[in-house]
Each structure stands twice: as C-alpha cells, then as structure tokens.
C-alpha cells in the first residue's frame, strides 16, 4: 500500500509517461483517469520528476461536447498549437513544453494527443514518428514502413526470439548526433501488443511489399525520400513544420540506408535483416 | 503556353520551400501543400539560377544551351513549361519586373 502523496491529497494526479525518452507528465483531477493511464501505458510510466514536458488533462464529463469539428485539425495560432477533434480539445506551448487537454475518460483521446506532441517534439529535435514497426536485434534496430496493408503487422509478428518489438504500428526515431535511435512506443496496431520501451541505432530502414519471395533492393534516394515523407506522422498544414520534417527526412536518409524489402510471410524473412 | 512568359520574365526561389540535394539531386517541397519534386539536371541550373534578378531567358542562354548543348528554342521552351509548373506550386515566383523580395511574387 502506498501512502498518498501531498498532490494527491489536494486532489491532484500525476503521470509521467516516457516515449522516445522524453517524459510527458500528465496531470488530472480525476483517480479514475489516473488508473486508466497507469494501465494503458504499463512500461512506459516513470516515477513523476523534473519532467521537461506537461500536460494538465481536464477530464470532462460524457454528455458534455467537447468540439463541434470531428476530424482533427491542428494548426500553429499566438505561439501555440491548438488540436482539437470530436473527442478531444488541447493547446501546446512549444516554447515551454506545457499544454492543456480536455477530453473524455477514453484513452484514444490522449492516445492521439501524446502522438501529435510528440510529433511537434521531435520535429524540432530533427526526429520524426513514422508509420511502420520497429524492432532490435544484435543491438541494430530496424524499422519496416508501408501503408496500410504492406505488412507492418505480420513482420513484426514474425520476430526471432532473439528479436525485440519496439512497435507494430508508430515508430519513434530520435536524432542521437550523427545518429539515429529507434524507440519502444506504446503505440499499437493490429497485433495489440505494447512495443518494450528499449531504444538502439537505427541500421536500416525498409519499405516492406508483400510477394512470393524475399527480396531487398537498395532505393534511389529520391524514391526513399518521398516514401518516408509519405510516412512520417504530419498533422499540421504549417509552413515551417513542413520544413522542419523535410530537414529532418533528408538528414535521416543521408545516414540510414533505405531498402524495398519484398517479403514472403513466414519466418526466413528475417533471415535476411541484419 | 502561358502568354505572361512571352515577355521578359524573371524568377526567384520562394522563402515557403524546402530544398535540399541528397544523392547527386536536388529535391525541394513545398511549404505550402507539401508537394514534392525532383529536379533533373537542366532543371536544377535554373533553379540555382533563379536570383530574382536575371532575366530567364538570359538564363536559358548562357546557362543551359551552353553547358547542355540544347538549341535556344528547345530550352527556352522546356525552361517556360519548368517555370510555369514550379511557379503553380509557389515554388518559383515570377515576374515581369525583377523580383526583390523572395515572399512576394506578382503572378
């Protein structure tokens, strides 16, 4: 049994949930929200800290609307970048890593949010989130991109043993110097499986297709460039953010290889990712 | 062909664009719908090229029928089709006047 903290007693609950490294505190009146954090991103909590980021959530009631607008939309006004979807209404300032978020009990609201700020983070960090699963092995992590359908899923479920997931579904990867680092995310797809929160250098990136073999063939980067640019996370039409992303893509491609690797779906796939 | 370009035209790279050259090509977006190009060789000079200041069709002949060995017609037509696309996309601003200021293009 644990005893409550001094926050705790005023009512107030702390989060700090850890992706890419960076730790987000999230911040809520509500013991129930708290509870459904702590289950929804088990692996992904820390102890809450000197956090560089926060996040007050403002849980509101199930009959209250919370946006007119159904689809998300996202855009930069007064230096801050305001979110808002049927389910969900936030603002981030930047500047100094905080925001605001009201929405439902649900976690698909807080779900999105987390991946639009880290989004924001990591697009001045020169990272990126992209749409593809992620894994270590031999201490190398790989990232496999695709639309929907090009088999994230099924490579991720055919891992060694030896193998770690990072993800099935958003992988985070962080500029780390001249390198770059692949991180666990809690972010799932289809296979509904948490990724572990490990993190390595990322030592290729492919772009997978489904065929009656397995194949890799290295990419012009020109080819590469455009398919990561239609890959990565990008929620805001803003000028600056477009150019951050294409700084960011270019410079990833000027240090990790990129490859189409076409893949039959069993195991020996994996026989030719190293 | 765009009636415009049959004066003396002058073109400037936008301030709302990304561009870098990775693997031997220059790639560029825009900041403004996110399209994406890939400039050929031909099309790369021009770009570079495009200062504001020099008329396009002193680029086209000192640049490209030069270095490329393509007769001024060819070239200053393929050069008016790059220029009329890349400026749709506000990639390149065009002007009947030089162009100072990279934000602002007069059609």
Not at chain 1, 146 to 161: D, E, H, M, Q, R
Not at chain 1, 204 to 233: H, Q, S, V
Not at chain 2, 12 to 38: K, N, Q
Not at chain 2, 71 to 99: K, M, R, W
Request: with cysteine; glycine share 8%.
């Amino acid at each position: 049994m644990t005893t409550p903290s001094t926050l705790e007693s005023a009512g107030l609950h702390e989060v700090a949930v850890e992706i890419g490294g960076m730790p987000i505190v999230l911040r809520t009146g509500d013991a129930e929200f708290r509870a459904l954090l702590e289950k929804r991103y088990a692996g992904f909590v820390r102890r809450p800290g000197a956090a560089a980021f926060g996040l007050d959530v403002d849980v509101v009631r199930p009959d209250r609307q919370i946006c007119e607008e159904e689809d998300l939309e996202v855009w930069y006004d007064g230096g801050l970048w305001r979110l808002e979807r049927g389910d969900f209404q936030a603002e981030w300032d930047p500047r100094v890593g905080q925001g605001r978020l009201a929405q439902g009990v649900s976690p698909y609201a807080i779900d999105s949010v987390l991946r639009i700020v880290h989004s924001l983070i990591q697009a001045q960090a020169g990272g990126f989130l992209l749409h593809g699963a992620s894994a270590i092995r031999n201490g190398k992590a790989f990232l496999f991109s695709g639309v929907s359908g090009a088999g994230k899923t099924t490579i991720s479920s055919l891992i060694p043993n030896d193998g770690v997931l990072l993800t099935d579904e958003i992988s985070y990867v962080r500029r780390d110097g001249e390198a770059y680092r692949a991180c666990g995310t809690p972010f799932a797809g289809e296979l509904a499986r948490l990724g572990e929160n490990a993190s390595a250098p990322i030592a290729r990136l492919f772009f997978l297709a489904k065929g009656g073999e397995n194949r890799i063939e290295p990419l012009e980067t020109p080819d590469a460039l455009r398919m990561l640019l239609r890959n990565i996370l990008f929620f805001a039409d803003d000028p600056e953010l477009v150019k951050m992303v294409f700084r960011s893509a270019c410079d990833f491609l000027a240090r990790v290889p990129a490859f189409r690797l076409t893949f039959f779906p069993d195991a020996r796939v994996w026989e030719l990712i190293q | 062909m765009n009636e415009g370009l049959m004066a003396e035209t002058y073109i400037a790279r936008s301030t709302a664009i990304a561009a870098r050259v990775l693997g031997g090509e220059m790639m560029i977006m825009s900041a403004a719908d996110s399209t994406f190009f890939t400039l050929n060789e031909v099309a790369t000079v021009i770009w570079q090229a495009a200062d504001g200041r020099t008329p396009l069709s002193e680029i086209v002949e000192r640049r490209i029928c030069e270095e490329f060995e393509i007769t001024p017609d060819v070239a200053q037509h393929d050069a008016e089709e790059f220029v009329n696309e890349l400026s749709q996309h506000g990639i390149l601003l065009v002007s009947d006047q030089p162009i100072l200021d990279s934000k602002a293009g007069t059609r």
